[in-house]
């Protein structure tokens, strides 16, 4: 059995958006949040005996020129290479508008795919031939999975690629294709990046979701995604929640709505902050907030 982790849209540099503060909250930091949600991802794919790293794109947030970024990556690829895993990368749209990825330390075991074309990185010690083509275009039009390499015989190939699919889970149409297109090339497994959801539209074919909640919209948990592979099955995906904080939309009409809420979430074994947006009546929000102070770890955001 082959196990790879699956990472993408990590957005080094972006914070947490939209983190209510008000007395009684949680002490909630976005900056240190976002760099603390890397970090435990690091940590668990560290510690969670695989052997290969994934990163489908958006490493790093466009716009953000900030040195802590860049050796927090550094850092963790040094981190990957000293613990013998090896790791295949491809560039996002984010990452084409920042200039940290040209400043990356790559160590030897860590793998950049190019732009100029799909190219194979392979894997002996673990039997894997990974297949990428990062961005180079940040709003790329064209299907780039026509040019991907047919699959290699006696390894398992996967495929990495940064892609909106048809566009409807995204504000942005990035090298569009389909699942079909993916499934036809062959691979047992296709990573993908830049929609920010945990989805499997296929046995074979998943987004990891992003490392932490940026955003508003982003709700449930977050980490990155277990990629088992064994003889003739189709992969085994375990989600893996890492993120300290976790965004939930609260739908209450009245205090007792709140009150159930809270009491029926499902905490997870890491604890994390859980930041729920209001869906409701504005007048409620107050009354929320009383009720969130009396479980620990919840807040209570506006809905405007």
Do not use: C
């Amino acid at each position: 059995m082959v196990v790879l982790a699956h990472v993408a849209d990590v957005h080094l540099g972006a914070r947490l958006r939209g983190m209510p503060h008000y007395p009684g909250a949680p002490d909630i930091d976005p900056v240190e949040l976002a760099y603390a949600a890397f970090d435990a991802m690091v940590a668990s794919v560290l510690n969670g005996r695989y052997d290969g790293v994934l990163l489908a794109g958006d490493l790093f947030d466009r716009g953000v020129p900030d040195s802590r970024a860049l050796d927090a990556a550094n850092d963790a690829f040094a981190a990957f290479d000293d613990a013998g895993l090896p790791v295949a990368m491809v560039l996002g749209n984010h990452d084409v508008e920042s200039a940290l990825p040209r400043h990356l330390r790559l160590p030897p075991g860590a793998w950049l795919a190019p732009a100029d074309g799909a190219r194979t990185v392979r894997w002996p010690d673990a039997g894997v031939a990974v297949h990428g083509r990062s961005i180079a275009d940040p709003s790329e039009p064209d299907d780039l999975t026509d040019a991907y390499p047919a699959r290699e015989k006696d390894f398992w190939n996967v495929g990495l690629l940064h892609t909106s699919l048809a566009g409807d889970r995204s504000k942005r149409v990035l090298a569009p294709t389909t699942v079909a297109n993916l499934e036809r090339i062959g691979y047992d497994y296709w990573a993908l990046g830049h929609v920010h959801q945990r989805i499997a539209d296929s046995a074979r074919v998943a987004y990891a979701g992003s490392v932490h909640p940026s955003r508003r919209p982003e709700l449930g948990p977050r980490g990155h995604l277990r990629v088992e592979l064994l003889g003739q099955r189709t992969p085994q995906l375990t989600p893996i929640d890492t993120s300290p904080v976790v965004r939930e939309k609260l739908i209450a009409q009245s205090g007792d709505d709140v009150a159930d809420v809270f009491a029926q979430y499902p905490r997870a074994t890491h604890n994390p902050i859980v930041v729920w947006t209001l869906d409701g009546p504005p007048s409620l929000l107050e009354a929320a907030r009383e009720i969130a102070s009396q479980h620990d770890g919840f807040a209570v955001a506006s809905g405007k």
